[in-house]
């Protein structure tokens, strides 16, 4: 079965280019150009992956980006922010309420496909047990003591990666690189964040242990 991609774009130019690029990656794509009809859409049938344009005509993406997270259903929904805003604020705003990528415009279409891919890349089968948590990785549910916590895909991507280097020290670089590529235009602060909002829904602060001027680790 196809995954299901929506796109969000006001510029209907842009949107085409988006929805044909797509399409002939093997996606099911479907355009939305305003927030009312994405929304519409969205309350009747859930995509796996969201292209969000942060400039709408009646609402800013990020406001849009609040109404999705703020309902835990839609944690496995990956979503992609396209935004021509280049400042780093912006783009660490927006990871911050729960996108899992930003692509600054003009960008390449290649590029776009190459993000979109990395989001379903994920492998099979995989448990980890760590500080009485339970990570099942194909499933992408975490859970301790019968309850379930709930990261977004980033957030749970960063947590699997400092799993599978448990023993290891791995630098925010490192971590930017392999979740967003090496072209990827991010500050180390972008992570720093995440690291805190693992801590913060997990409520174990100890976790992940910070290595000043290093990096992050898993605490074994």
Same mark, same amino acid.
């Given at each position: 079965?196809?995954?299901?991609?929506?796109?969000?774009?006001?510029?209907?130019?842009?949107?085409?280019?988006?929805?044909?690029?797509?399409?002939?990656? !093997?996606?099911?794509?479907?355009?939305?150009?305003?927030?009312?009809?994405?929304?519409?859409?969205?309350?009747?049938?859930?995509?796996?992956?969201?292209?969000?344009?942060?400039?709408?005509?009646?609402?800013? !993406?990020?406001?849009?980006?609040?109404?999705?997270? %703020?309902? #835990?259903?839609? @944690?496995? *929904?990956?979503?992609?922010?396209?935004?021509?805003?280049?400042?780093?604020?912006?783009?660490?705003?927006?990871? @911050? &309420? !729960?996108?899992?990528?930003?692509?600054?415009?003009?960008?390449?279409?290649?590029? &776009?496909?190459?993000?979109?891919?990395?989001?379903?890349?994920? /492998?099979?089968?995989?448990?980890?047990?760590?500080?009485?948590?339970?990570?099942?990785?194909?499933?992408?549910?975490?859970?301790?003591?019968?309850?379930?916590?709930?990261?977004? #895909? %980033?957030?749970?991507? *960063?947590?699997?990666?400092?799993?599978?280097?448990?023993?290891?020290?791995?630098?925010?670089?490192?971590?930017?690189?392999?979740?967003?590529? /090496?072209?990827?235009?991010?500050? %180390?602060?972008?992570?720093?964040?995440?690291?805190? @909002?693992?801590?913060?829904?997990?409520?174990?602060?100890?976790?992940?242990?910070?290595?000043?001027?290093?990096?992050?680790?898993?605490?074994?």
């Amino acid at each position: 079965m196809k995954k299901l991609i929506y796109s969000i774009e006001d510029d209907k130019d842009i949107a085409y280019i988006i929805r044909i690029a797509l399409e002939n990656s !093997g996606y099911e794509v479907k355009s939305f150009y305003d927030e009312e009809s994405f929304i519409n859409e969205f309350n009747n049938k859930k995509p796996d992956l969201f292209l969000l344009d942060m400039m709408l005509p009646k609402i800013q !993406g990020q406001d849009l980006l609040k109404i999705i997270r %703020s309902d #835990n259903t839609n @944690n496995d *929904i990956d979503i992609i922010i396209i935004s021509a805003n280049k400042l780093i604020s912006d783009k660490v705003d927006g990871l @911050n &309420l !729960g996108a899992d990528d930003y692509i600054e415009k003009p960008f390449d279409i290649l590029e &776009l496909i190459s993000r979109v891919n990395a989001r379903f890349r994920k /492998n099979k089968n995989v448990i980890y047990n760590i500080d009485g948590f339970i990570i099942n990785e194909d499933k992408r549910i975490i859970t301790k003591d019968s309850k379930q916590y709930k990261l977004t #895909n %980033s957030e749970f991507d *960063i947590l699997l990666i400092l799993l599978k280097e448990k023993g290891n020290i791995v630098s925010r670089d490192t971590l930017i690189t392999t979740l967003w590529g /090496n072209n990827a235009n991010y500050e %180390s602060r972008t992570i720093d964040m995440h690291i805190k @909002n693992i801590r913060k829904k997990l409520d174990d602060q100890n976790i992940i242990i910070t290595v000043h001027g290093v990096g992050y680790r898993i605490n074994e």
